[in-house]
């Protein structure tokens, strides 16, 4: 929903929801005991709902910048996922019980954009950064310590290149032609995000062995290349 434009059609107010529906995938295989075949073995893994409100607000969007906040909140509803039961052929089970709950997830972000700057013709200039709380859905009596699924700070920052029109491509690739078979921008994006993990303190686990207390931290850089047709 647009309740505000600007007075060239372009949003300055945009609202929006999303529902994605709990989803059931059955899982199968076999178990292997020592390289040998024991049993087929089967699952579901739930796939929890998830309900996301968002809010993006340009209070600068002209024909040469714009600027945008975005604020999105989600309920995930894991308290669904209860277990990972595995059922074997010959009758058996191997019980994994997860009595996860639900949880919400808050981000906010921005991203500043310079369109056909005159320091740089012929391309669009972006810088983002963002900010992500996400809780921890596991119980401390199911804990598994093989999955990270501590409570989490996450912030992040990057920046968008956008080659177009007469534009070159690191000098020498056009960015854009009239044919058919030749894209009418080239892009490229950059992003650094630290996932900053709140210490976790287990007690009670099913597996007496994975009692303890728990830190993590986690770098990760991404690019990647855009071709518009």
């Known amino acids: 929903m647009t309740p505000l434009k600007n007075e060239d059609g372009k949003p300055r ?3 929006g929801v999303i529902y994605r529906t709990q989803v ?7 178990l292997l005991v020592g390289g040998s075949k024991v049993a087929d073995a ?4 739930v796939l929890p709902q998830i309900v996301t409100g968002a809010v993006a607000v340009w209070p600068v969007r002209t024909p040469e910048r714009e600027w945008k906040i ?3 909140a989600e309920f995930v509803g894991w ?4 277990n990972l039961d595995v059922q074997l052929s010959n009758g058996a089970m191997i019980p994994q019980p997860a009595g996860w709950k639900n949880v919400p997830v808050v981000a906010v972000g921005t991203e500043y954009k310079w369109l056909d700057p005159s320091w740089l013709p012929h391309w669009d200039i972006a810088v983002r950064s963002g900010y992500t709380r996400t809780e921890n859905p596991v119980p401390a009596a199911t804990f598994n310590p093989a999955m990270i699924s501590l409570s989490a700070h996450t912030l992040s920052v990057g920046a968008g290149f956008l080659c177009k029109g007469h534009g070159k491509f690191v000098g020498l690739i056009p960015c854009s032609d009239e044919s058919a078979l030749w894209p009418k921008a ?3 994006d950059v992003a650094y995000q630290e996932w900053f993990y709140d210490s976790f303190s287990v007690a009670g686990n099913v597996n007496p062995t994975v009692n303890g207390s728990y830190d993590a931290s986690i770098h990760l850089g991404t690019f990647s290349f855009r071709y518009l047709f």
């Open 13 to 15: 107010v945009s609202l």
């Open 24 to 30: 059931v995938l059955p899982l199968s295989g076999v």
């Open 42 to 45: 089967f699952t579901n893994l």
């Open 70 to 72: 975005e604020a999105n």
């Open 79 to 82: 308290g669904s996922f209860r």
């Open 186 to 188: 080239i892009g490229l």
